[in-house]
């Protein structure tokens, strides 16, 4: 059973920062490319990265890219997401996620991300 755990989400002022970290169990991390999705109050479920088994290559979102920073320590069976010069939008949940993403159980339980002043 697949089972992620999210945290370090939390209310934070425009142009500040986070990092999010997802612990995993239950299936082969090390092996598994790994993504991040957000999904904001009354939208969908928006991917904004991706990282592979190994770290050695990412993907972002053109909405993240030069602001959020995936990464992951297999060891410690733990995937990250920086969180940098944060915007109003960048407000949502925040899941971490096996592919498919798109499939609920693959999901994590999220961890909110509040920007405002």
């Known amino acids: 059973e697949v089972q992620l755990v999210e945290s370090g989400g939390g209310l934070v002022q425009p142009g500040g920062s986070l990092r999010l970290s997802c612990t995993a169990s239950?299936?082969?991390?090390?092996?598994?490319?790994m993504n991040w999705v957000r999904q904001a109050p009354g939208k969908g479920l928006d991917w904004i990265s991706l990282?592979?088994?190994?770290?050695?290559?990412?993907i972002y979102a053109d909405s993240v890219k030069g602001r959020f920073t995936i990464s992951r320590d297999n060891a410690k069976n733990t995937l990250y997401l920086q969180l940098n010069r944060l915007k109003d939008e960048d407000t949502a949940m925040y899941y971490c996620?096996?592919?498919?993403?798109?499939?609920?159980?693959?999901r994590g339980q999220g961890t909110q991300v509040t920007v405002s002043s």
């Open positions: 239950g299936f082969a991390f090390s092996e598994s490319a």
């Open positions: 996620a096996k592919a498919p993403y798109t499939i609920p159980t693959n």
């Open positions: 990282i592979t088994p190994d770290g050695s290559e990412t």
